[in-house]
């Protein structure tokens, strides 16, 4: 069975930093596509940043610049490095992980992220 659990998310001050894990279990990262996503109120879901079992990665172009994925192999865990925070970062942050035989795709619980002064 799939499990992913995110965390680090919180209420930080614009400008600030936030750093979100996610791990996982009945699933290895570095062989398959795992990606974060968001969910502000009142919007669709969309792509943060993902990085491919090859090590590729591809960012929102609100994010680039600002935001970081990266995989620990050894702990079986994702990261998103957050800097230079803005209001418009706030939203639910989702973890997620593509597997392509079958085409399935799993997601964490979210873990809240607010940005507010």
């Known amino acids: 069975q799939v499990r992913l659990v995110e965390s680090g998310g919180g209420l930080v001050q614009p400008g600030g930093s936030l750093r979100l894990s996610c791990a996982a279990s009945?699933?290895?990262?570095?062989?398959?596509?795992v990606g974060w996503y968001r969910q502000a109120p009142g919007k669709e879901r969309e792509l943060v940043a993902r990085i491919s079992s090859g090590g590729t990665t591809n960012y929102a172009d609100s994010v680039k610049g600002r935001f970081t994925i990266s995989m620990d192999n050894a702990k079986n865990t994702v990261y998103l490095e957050m800097n230079n925070l803005n209001t418009y970062d706030t939203a639910v942050y989702y973890c997620t992980v593509f597997l392509s035989l079958p085409p399935v795709r799993y997601w964490g619980q979210g873990t809240q992220v607010t940005v507010s002064s």
């Open positions: 009945g699933v290895i990262f570095n062989r398959n596509q």
